[in-house]
C-alpha cells in the first residue's frame, strides 16, 4: 500500500488573487520546505496561509508535536479541521489575519511550546509585514523558513554593498543568522505568480549577540535608507532633529564618515547609530 494511501485529501478551492495564494503541490519541493530549518520532530510549528494543506502534510509527516495552521480563507480552514490530525490535537486550526494574531496566546491556547518554529508559504500581500513582526518577537519565535518573492528573501539576506541591502537586512541580521536555502520558478505553483520565489532561513542568534532596541534600529534604517542616494548626513538630517541632535556630529561620534552611503554601513554600524539615537 502506498505511503500517501490514508493521507487527507487537499482541500480543494481556487487560489484568490485578492489573498496573494499562490499554491506548491510537489511532495519533494514541500518536503524541502518543511526541513529548511532544521528538524521539526516534536517541535511546535506555525503555518501560515495553508491553503490546500500541502505543507501542512510534509511537517505533519516529517513530525511537528504541534502544527498552528493560520489561514484566513475560510474554505482551506474547514478543510483542514476535518483532517484526522485536527481530531487528535496535533493540528490546531486559527482562521484569522495572520497579521492580527496574539502569537504567543495561539501558542498557548494551541497547547504549543515556545519557542514555536515559523514555517511557511507565505501569501505575497503579507510576506513582508509578517516577516517583520516576526523579527521583532519575542522568545516565543524560534527559527523560520519562509517563502517569499525572491526580491524580499534576496532584502532579507542582503549584505553590506548589495543592491536589496536595505532596512529589511539590517533588522534581521540583527536578530537572526539568514541565508536563502533555494529558489523556485514560477512554474513550479499554482497559479504561477509572475516572479521567482526563494526560501529565507532565520536562525535566532544566541541572546548576547542580538540588538535589543529593533524599534531604534529601524527609525536609524528607514532613515537612512529612505534617501539611498544622499550622504548620510543629509538622509539622517531630519530624524536626528527629532532627538535635538546634529547629524554630522551623531555620526561622527559614533566614528562614521558623515559623507558615506547608507549601504556602505555593517550591521555593527548601525547598532552604534541607533544606541547613540535611543540614548540621546
Known amino acids: ?47 501560515v496561509g495553508p491553503g490546500p494543506g500541502g505543507l501542512t502534510r510534509a511537517l505533519l509527516k516529517e513530525g511537528a508535536g504541534k502544527l498552528i495552521a493560520v489561514e484566513a480563507d475560510p474554505r482551506f480552514a474547514e478543510g483542514l479541521e476535518a483532517w484526522p490530525e485536527a481530531a487528535q490535537g496535533r493540528l490546531h486550526v486559527h482562521l484569522g489575519d495572520a497579521r492580527k494574531v496574539d502569537w504567543p496566546s495561539l501558542i498557548a491556547t494551541a497547547g504549543g511550546e515556545a519557542p514555536a518554529m515559523i514555517i511557511a508559504n507565505l501569501p505575497y500581500n503579507v510576506g513582508t509585514p509578517l516577516a517583520v513582526d516576526w523579527l521583532k518577537a519575542g522568545d516565543w519565535r524560534g527559527e ?34 539568514v541565508h536563502i536555502a533555494f529558489t523556485l520558478p514560477p512554474g513550479a505553483f499554482r497559479p504561477p505568480p509572475k516572479v521567482d520565489s526563494a526560501v529565507a532561513v532565520l536562525r535566532p542568534l544566541p541572546a548576547e549577540k542580538q540588538f535589543e532596541d529593533l524599534d531604534a534600529l529601524e527609525k536609524v534604517a528607514a532613515a537612512a535608507f529612505g534617501q539611498r542616494r544622499k550622504m548620510l548626513r543629509a538622509s539622517l538630517k531630519a530624524l536626528a532633529k527629532t532627538k535635538g541632535l546634529d547629524a554630522t556630529q551623531w555620526l561622527e561620534s559614533c566614528d562614521i564618515d558623515p559623507t558615506a552611503r547608507a549601504e556602505t554601513l555593517t550591521q555593527a554600524e548601525f547598532r552604534k547609530l541607533a544606541g547613540a539615537f535611543a540614548a540621546a
Open 1 to 47: 500500500m502506498s505511503e500517501t494511501a490514508n493521507d487527507p485529501e487537499l482541500t480543494q478551492g481556487r487560489a484568490r488573487k485578492a489573498l496573494g495564494q499562490h499554491f506548491l503541490f510537489d511532495p519533494d519541493i514541500l518536503r524541502r520546505t518543511a526541513l529548511a530549518a532544521g528538524p521539526v520532530e516534536g517541535r511546535t510549528v506555525i503555518e
Open 144 to 177: 523560520m523558513a519562509l517563502m517569499f518573492q525572491k526580491e524580499v528573501a534576496e532584502r532579507l539576506a542582503a549584505e553590506p554593498g548589495s543592491n536589496h541591502y536595505g532596512r529589511l537586512a539590517v533588522l534581521a541580521h540583527a536578530v537572526c543568522d
